[in-house]
């Protein structure tokens, strides 16, 4: 089970940090991922952390604003977010799957329920 946290309104150029803490005793062997969806737009992938904490992917429009990092001893995900854009307003998921990274959100099993970001201009 994941819980996500930390959304809110913030205005452009602000920060916000996103956690997503899950249950259960295996969550290291899990890769966890953000996605966001906008209101009319499909889901869209934001970043991803391997199993160890290692490895990042991020999407392009996020490179160098957001960081995705995670605490396995809290079974904790953290998106922080800096230098926010209105058009990082979306509903944020965070998603797991066993072992593998992907992009793609249809490869995640586990899903939390979404924490609302709004980004004013």
């Known amino acids: 089970q994941l819980q996500a946290s930390g959304g809110g309104l913030v205005q452009a150029g602000g920060s916000l940090r996103l956690s997503c803490a899950a249950s259960?005793?295996?969550?290291?062997?899990?890769?966890v991922a953000w996605f966001r969806q906008a209101p009319g737009k499909e889901r869209e992938f934001v970043a991803a952390?391997?199993?160890?904490?290692?490895?990042?992917n991020y999407v392009d429009s996020v490179k160098g604003r957001f960081a995705i990092a995670r605490d396995n001893a809290k079974n904790t995900v953290y998106l922080q977010m800096n230098s926010l854009k209105p058009e990082d307003t979306a509903v944020y998921y965070c998603?797991?799957?066993?072992?593998?990274?992907?992009?793609?959100?249809?490869?995640?099993?586990?899903w939390g329920q979404g924490t609302q970001v709004t980004v004013s201009s």
């Open positions: 952390i391997t199993t160890g904490g290692r490895g990042t």
């Open positions: 998603a797991a799957r066993w072992l593998q990274m992907y992009s793609d959100y249809v490869q995640y099993n586990y």
């Open positions: 259960g005793r295996t969550f290291s062997s899990y890769a």
